[in-house]
């Protein structure tokens, strides 16, 4: 039986989770328009959270596409709940690079995921070309940063999806 012969309260999740999709691809689009148009580089930290709302619109979008159950919606949306922590730890370290730490880049070293961002830079420099500095916080919009605005969407979206599997688990 799928969705669409249920009752409304169990399509509230998967809306739920359509709508944290959608959020993740504009927060992207968003990322790219501003970066070209205010000509912003965005640091190896910021690619890694483009990267990071990339993968939770494709587990949205993928879930949502084929699977139709209460089931996939929890389970969806406790990924989804988890990759956005993820999101979050980095958006505040980021945030702690901007405001506290003196002097300090990303890194002292490049760790493997600097290594990654960089590889992925070379193969799509359209979405993933990392130039800027971590530390530095550029652009602000209301006094935040784009790593403090960037915080409080990946926790939007964890609260969002926590939301979803409570209802999903009605």
Do not use: H
Not at 54 to 69: D, P, W
């Amino acid at each position: 039986m799928t969705l669409a012969f249920r009752g409304s309260m169990t399509r509230q999740p998967r809306r739920l989770l359509l709508a944290i999709g959608i959020l993740g691809i504009g927060l992207v689009a968003g990322g790219l328009v501003l970066a070209r148009t205010m000509n912003l580089a965005a640091c190896p930290l910021c690619i890694l959270q483009r990267m990071v709302y990339l993968l939770i619109s494709i587990e949205v979008f993928l879930s949502l596409a084929i699977f139709q159950t209460y089931r996939s919606s929890f389970y969806t949306s406790v990924g989804v709940s988890l990759t956005a922590a993820a999101g979050i730890w980095m958006a505040g370290y980021q945030t702690w690079l901007q405001r506290f730490a003196v002097n300090v880049s990303c890194t002292a070293d490049q760790p493997w995921w600097e290594s990654f961002v960089y590889w992925a830079g070379e193969r799509v420099p359209l979405l993933f070309e990392a130039t800027g500095l971590c530390s530095e916080a550029g652009w602000k919009f209301m006094s935040l940063s784009i790593a403090e605005w960037s915080l409080l969407m990946f926790a939007a979206m964890a609260v969002g999806a926590i939301r979803a599997a409570a209802l999903s688990r009605r």
